[in-house]
T-cell receptor
């Protein structure tokens, strides 16, 4: 089944404890992206990648890192999470020029 | 800065009614506009619109784009309770970076 998977789906952590949210797609998509969704602010792009080893900042990249070592995986890294990074995170992927497919979401709470 | 504005923010109607959701945008180098439906999970794709005046249709849902006036509408006819969701509009701008800029969404509630 063609899909985008994310893990974990739910995470509660404490300020400053490094964490990684994984994202994987099995559709051979070149493009992958991370968004966060907050009430009243909608979905905002954090980072995106046009292909392997190519990443760039979105609208809200501060406090996040990404890597794209393989085409299928695009992990999101929070080196030192803070409470303002409590949010619902979505990974998405697409062929260039096509609609983006979203993963199931990761609800992160930073205490 | 690219901007996408959706209206209304929230809409409550009775089952069977027809609704029209609006999306206006201001983006540099517009390429496409997309509609997504979000229930209690990830957004699911509805339509991608690239050309003005061409209606896209899927069952009771339809959408059209006006590139001159910079807006799109999403129509849902004969609404059902399963249509209750947040409807998101997004635009892709700038050939090359595929960046999606989202509106804040319209929360649609269908009362039985």
């Amino acid at each position: 089944e063609a899909q985008v998977t994310q893990n974990p789906r739910y995470l509660i952590t404490v300020t400053g404890k490094k964490l990684t949210v994984t994202c994987s797609q099995n559709m051979n998509h070149e493009y992958m992206s991370w968004y966060r969704q907050d009430p009243g602010l909608g979905l905002r792009q954090i980072y995106y990648s046009m292909n392997v080893e190519v990443t760039d900042k979105g609208d809200v990249p501060e406090g996040y890192k990404v890597s794209r070592k393989e085409k299928r995986n695009f992990p999101l890294i929070l080196e030192s999470p803070s409470p303002n990074q409590t949010s619902l995170y979505f990974c998405a992927s697409s062929l260039l020029g096509d609609e983006q497919f979203f993963g199931p979401g990761t609800r992160l709470t930073v205490l | 800065e690219d901007k996408v504005v959706q209206s209304p923010l929230s809409l409550v109607v009775h089952e069977g009614d027809t609704v029209t959701l609006n999306c206006s945008y201001e983006v540099t180098n517009f390429r496409s506009l997309l509609w997504y439906k979000q229930e209690k999970k990830a957004p699911t794709f509805l339509f991608m619109l690239t050309s003005s005046g061409i209606e896209k249709k899927s069952g009771r849902l339809s959408s059209i784009l006006d590139k001159k006036e910079l807006f799109s509408i999403l129509n849902i006819t004969a609404t059902q309770t399963g249509d209750s969701a947040i409807y998101l509009c997004a635009v892709i701008s700038n050939f090359g970076n595929e960046k999606l800029t989202f509106g804040t969404g319209t929360r649609l509630t269908i009362i039985p």
